[in-house]
């Protein structure tokens, strides 16, 4: 089973060709340039069920903010509306002041191909790849020649620590090396922002806390803002700014530093 461009899993039941339906009631207004990444008024419902409520959410450039919350608090539903993945079902999200409102399925699509960046807490790697050619395949996706995509997959699996693994496939790799491979894979193409749903959660804490920082640093030094949404309290004070999530409703805790 071969990726094609528009089959790129990102995460469970994603696709980076997926999801824009017809009829949304986004704003078109573009004037928030003063954040990469800004959202006023989220609202998503499944069916009757509130998930999301009035979110208002605004990333810098190279921020890293962190969303906490109780389960079923709404994290990932807000994560993925953010992402361009779920259409909320009211308010307005802008990318570099541009509402995702304005742009049609294609644009929206090569946004989160060539500007995102996506770690989900499994990894999620293609199994027949091997850890270079997945680290690879944002860069191949955008359509760079097989072997510089490949010497810059290896440049980062060496800032990482595991390029002598590059060779192997994820099922030759433990736990925690295949998720800095999914790091790896976030940051190649140095994409403005990377989505991270609890990205070490299904490690053990001295894995996941080695794993975090890694992740950070890198992101920091490229300067790609992290929208990271964790259970943890210990991750998420590793963030510039820290938000809480109840019953879909997000509020901000703290200032930003
Ligand atoms: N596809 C769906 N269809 C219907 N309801 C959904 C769907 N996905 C999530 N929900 C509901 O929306 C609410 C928010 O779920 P969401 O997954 O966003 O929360 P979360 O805070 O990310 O939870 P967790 O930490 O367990 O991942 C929950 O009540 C959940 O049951």
């Known amino acids: 089973m071969t990726p094609s461009v528009t089959e790129i899993p990102l995460g469970p039941g994603l696709t980076?060709?997926?999801?824009?339906?017809?009829?949304?009631?986004?704003?078109?207004?573009?004037?928030?340039?003063?954040h990469i990444l800004s959202a006023s008024g989220v609202e998503l419902s499944y069916g009757s069920t509130p998930a999301?409520?009035?979110?208002?959410?605004?990333?810098?450039?190279?921020?890293?903010?962190a969303i906490t919350g109780a389960s079923g608090s709404g994290k990932s539903s807000l994560l993925y509306c953010l992402a361009g993945v779920l259409p909320p079902s009211r308010g307005r999200i802008s990318f570099e002041g541009q509402a995702y409102?304005?742009?049609?399925?294609?644009?929206?699509?090569?946004?989160?191909?060539e500007r995102f960046g996506f770690v989900f807490q499994y990894g999620e790697l293609l199994p027949e790849l091997t850890i270079e050619e997945n680290t690879a395949l944002p860069l191949r996706l955008a359509g760079q020649r097989k072997r510089p995509a490949l010497t810059a997959a290896a440049e980062v699996?060496?800032?990482?620590?595991?390029?002598?693994?590059?060779?192997?496939?994820?099922s030759q790799v433990s736990g925690g090396q295949?998720?800095?491979?999914a790091v790896a894979r976030a940051l190649v193409h140095k994409p403005a922002v990377v989505f991270a749903d609890e990205p070490t959660g299904a490690l053990d804490s001295a894995n996941a806390g080695a794993v975090l920082k890694e992740f950070l640093d890198l992101a920091r030094s490229q300067g790609t803002a992290v929208l990271l949404v964790t259970h943890d309290a210990t991750v998420a004070a590793r963030a510039d700014s820290r938000y809480t999530m109840a019953d879909g409703v997000l509020a901000p805790i703290g200032a930003a530093g």
């Open 16 to 34: 980076a060709g997926a999801l824009r339906p017809p009829g949304d009631t986004i704003s078109t207004s573009t004037s928030d340039t003063s």
């Open 52 to 65: 999301v409520r009035d979110a208002h959410l605004a990333l810098a450039r190279g921020e890293v903010a």
């Open 101 to 113: 409102a304005d742009l049609d399925d294609e644009e929206i699509s090569a946004l989160r191909r």
């Open 157 to 170: 699996l060496d800032r990482l620590g595991i390029a002598d693994l590059r060779e192997r496939r994820p």
């Open 178 to 181: 295949n998720q800095r491979v």
